[in-house]
């Protein structure tokens, strides 16, 4: 909530007043500013952007970030460095061992477009330390042979991802990170729903089943398989069908009992869904289907109830999705 933020934005201020007299900070009630609300384009609440060099033209915007902590992380790596220069292993343990989650890129050289995104990514993400080195010890004390990025989580390594020239892009790289703060599927509930929608992934695919039938965990190992191949592209969820507060996502997909299991994907900037045109949740049913959606030729799934037997029996023709197309059309 915008309460809970302000608190959370007061205590950020109050740190880094000590560390970093610099900057200054302030808050608006844009209720009584319209022309500012106008001019920097406010359109949610609460937002905060960072103005730059004392000018007014193109302030950053900081986005999903909630805590005080990050958000002093955040300040201070758009206003200095955005990632620690890692010299030795024992630094690089240290940065790793000191969070649960921690990205450490290795590079041959420091001066190339690899290490700019990379330096690029660490600015949007502050929830994790980020380092990087160019150390040829540290690189083979790590097996690492190119340009790599590798996420560790509990102090092991869970990602590499190579890093070539040009290739990647800053967001591309943002997504794949920030869903290493979310489980490999993440099950929905009211307490995960909010971390859900603050990776900044919009494509979500869900799988609706109930989690004690018997074919579960045969299901769910299928899913999970599919979800490490199109992590950073497509986030993976899971929604239990015995769980009773979960009946308005249902409502929202048009779910039935009768239906279970069931797979769909959700757009959620254009608020498409699709629906696995397999029945069998199997990997190569789930990797064909996200495959075609990503590619853009999956059909979008408009729900729709059966067709009335009476639809025909009045002036005045009842229409649903089924029939819509042939009658109008």
């Known amino acids: 909530s915008s309460q809970n933020f302000s608190e959370e934005f007061a205590e950020a201020a109050r740190q880094l007043k000590k560390e970093a007299p610099r900057i200054q900070f302030g808050k608006i009630d844009v209720t009584h500013q319209p022309d500012l609300r106008k001019e920097f384009n406010i359109q949610a609440f609460p937002t905060v952007k960072l103005f730059v060099n004392g000018s007014r033209e193109d302030p950053i915007d900081c986005k999903g970030v909630r805590q005080a902590s990050a958000f002093i992380t955040w300040v201070k790596r758009r206003t200095g460095p955005s990632t620690v220069l890692i010299n030795s292993t024992d630094q690089a343990e240290a940065l790793i061992k000191a969070d649960d989650l921690a990205v450490i890129g290795f590079f041959r050289e420091l001066h190339n477009d690899s290490v700019e995104v990379f330096c690029e990514t660490a600015r949007d993400v502050p ?81 609706f089943t109930p989690t004690n039938s018997e074919t579960f965990s045969a299901i769910y190992e299928n899913y999970k398989s599919a979800a490490a191949e199109f992590r950073g592209k497509i986030l993976f969820v899971l929604v239990d ?63 729709s109830e059966e067709i009335p037997e009476d639809w025909d029996k009045m002036p005045v023709k009842v229409l649903v999705g089924k029939n819509f197309n042939s009658i109008v059309f």
């Open 127 to 207: 929830e994790m330390p980020f380092g990087m080195t160019a150390s040829e010890d540290v690189c083979a004390d790590y097996g690492i042979q190119e340009n790599a990025l590798v996420v560790f989580k509990k102090g092991k390594p869970v990602h590499n991802e190579v890093l070539e020239d040009g290739r990647q892009n800053k967001l591309g790289l943002t997504r794949l990170i920030k869903t290493f703060t979310l489980d490999l599927v993440t099950e929905y509930n009211i307490e995960t729903s909010v971390k859900i929608f603050d990776v900044p992934v919009e494509n979500h695919i869900l799988l």
């Open 241 to 303: 069908t015995n769980e009773g507060r979960n009946g308005r996502i249902f409502e929202y997909f048009r779910i039935r009992d009768i239906d279970v299991p069931a797979v769909r994907i959700l757009n959620l900037t254009s608020d498409a869904k699709y629906k696995m045109p397999a029945d069998e949740v199997t990997v190569e049913n789930l990797r064909e289907f996200c495959q075609s959606y990503l590619n853009g030729k999956a059909k979008v799934h408009l729900s």
